[in-house]
């Protein structure tokens, strides 16, 4: 009998994942990744169970655990992380396990790949996304198919159509990095481009800087297919519980006057150089060509 959920299967036995991909009731064709570290059983266990019901296969990959760092590393990634930021060793382990997967993609032959925290929901439909590759538009590099209840703008005069749901381009920042698309040339570039950059995932991934001056190609998938446990409305998972700091923001929108005001803050202690006002200068001339956008709430169904 075929395995569905291949929850510890090693991330170097690939023909072992393709061999059961190609068997899997639903012909799945896309592979997927699952970033979760060894003593999160539970959470093992949840995404698992999600999985085989959806009848879809994953790879699990360890997370990197912030006692690999040693303090050197540490103090050498503060010296040279072009986030500008302190970061504390559990946000640094979590962008590293991103990376992990990235190059993991960038070896590997699949066209695009699906990267998975283990702590969200998934649609009920979502094998039919997850499955295969082929509603994916060809230019598209990154695809977020989560939604952090978080109002986000994008453009929406520009839709295209993804089975019985819709893609549109990415304007606007939309945290969270628990679930999303990458394709193996756009996983290239990010770890070319972010190879001194330890800060937070969905900046990296999903914000106006450095996403776009990466120039990825990117969409959101509306609804969205997946949710964090902490941004669902009502009673949470008690297992699935944020081991980033990120209680304060459960059950609230996401704290955009908070983001503004640091933003600001930063601006303030940068110093307005010649070459930082010419970029300024070409990023609102930009804005002024751009296409309509709208703000809305992504849901998820």
């Excluded at 481009?193 to 937070?200: A, E, L, M, Q, S």
């Excluded at 704290?255 to 601006?267: A, C």
Aim: glycine fraction near 2%; aromatic fraction near 8%; proline fraction near 6%.
């Amino acid at each position: 009998m075929m395995q569905k959920a291949q929850a510890t299967l090693p991330i170097t036995d690939r023909s072992t994942a393709r061999d059961a991909e190609r068997h899997s009731i639903n012909r799945q064709t896309m592979r997927i990744l699952l970033i979760n570290p060894d003593s999160y059983t539970d959470r093992l266990h949840w995404m698992e169970s999600q999985f085989s019901r959806l009848g879809l296969t994953f790879e699990r990959i360890p997370a990197c655990k912030p006692d690999e760092l040693s303090e050197d590393r540490i103090r050498q990634i503060h010296a040279t992380c072009e986030s500008g930021m302190v970061r504390k060793p559990i946000e640094i382990a979590a962008n590293i396990s991103h990376k992990r997967c990235w190059q993991i993609i960038a070896d590997g032959d699949d066209p695009y790949v699906c990267v998975f925290e283990d702590d969200v929901h998934l649609s009920p439909d979502a094998a039919k996304f997850l499955s295969t590759s082929s509603w994916i538009p060809d230019r598209a590099e990154l695809i977020k198919i989560e939604t952090f209840n978080f109002e986000v703008a994008y453009f929406y005069k520009q839709p295209i159509a993804a089975l019985d749901r819709t893609l549109f381009r990415l304007k606007g920042f939309h945290p969270g990095a628990a679930g999303y698309i990458i394709s193996r040339d756009a996983a290239r570039t990010l770890l070319e481009k972010t190879k001194n950059n330890f800060g937070n995932n969905s900046f990296i991934l999903f914000s106006d800087r450095p996403s776009r001056a990466v120039r990825l190609v990117t969409y959101q998938l509306f609804p969205a297919l997946c949710i964090q446990d902490m941004r669902i409305a009502g009673e949470k998972n008690p297992k699935l519980a944020s081991v980033l700091g990120h209680k304060d923001v459960v059950n609230n929108p996401f704290d955009v006057q908070l983001l503004k005001q640091k933003t600001k803050e930063r601006q303030a202690r940068t110093k307005r150089s010649w070459s930082h006002m010419r970029r300024e200068i070409k990023l609102r001339i930009a804005r002024m060509t751009e296409p309509p956008t709208r703000t809305d709430v992504i849901p998820f169904s």
